[in-house]
């Protein structure tokens, strides 16, 4: 009888650290929060790993562009368009590619921007390293840049991207 009172104890005491720690989930993004400093710091980490796992885990850009990018979107990838459409059309097409891998996904926030540092590989097509970087108002996203590079397996360094 302890014992299961102990398991029972754990359990609402597991149950409560994590309400307590775990940020609350974002419904919507925010473009004019009422918050600031740190805790408009701890909401955008927050929304840029939720971004994350929508867009690169789940694959479904059309759900992470309506969830964290509201309006205008500024698009810097020499290759593509600015705009939340032409980026959700887009990104789509790529994302949902058969045999597409993303691995080593890593996502933070901070000074009013998320990151996103990752490898994407296509086998026979490509293997390279990403880094995203979306720029915040409040916590949505309205500005995108990002870095490809490719992975030979020749690389120096072996402690090369990650």
Request: aromatic fraction near 10%; proline fraction near 6%; hydrophobic fraction near 40%.
């Amino acid at each position: 009888m302890l014992f299961l009172c102990l398991v029972s104890l754990l359990a609402a005491t597991s149950s409560l650290a994590s309400i307590l720690t775990d940020p609350e989930p974002i419904k919507q993004c925010n473009l004019r929060p009422s918050i600031r400093g740190v805790t408009l710091q701890e909401k955008q980490d927050a929304a840029v790993k939720d971004f994350a796992q929508i867009f690169l885990v789940e694959k479904d850009p059309k759900k992470a562009w309506d969830k964290y990018v509201p309006g205008e979107y500024i698009e810097h990838n020499p290759n593509g368009l600015s705009g939340r459409e032409n980026a959700i059309t887009f990104l789509t097409g790529f994302i949902q590619t058969p045999g597409l891998t993303i691995t080593n996904l890593t996502a933070y926030a901070g000074g009013g921007f998320g990151h996103l540092h990752f490898r994407e590989t296509l086998p026979g097509e490509f293997d390279r390293v990403i880094i995203d970087r979306l720029r915040f108002v409040g916590t949505c996203f309205v500005e995108h840049w990002d870095v490809a590079q490719d992975v030979t397996g020749d690389e120096t360094n072996p402690l090369a991207w990650f």
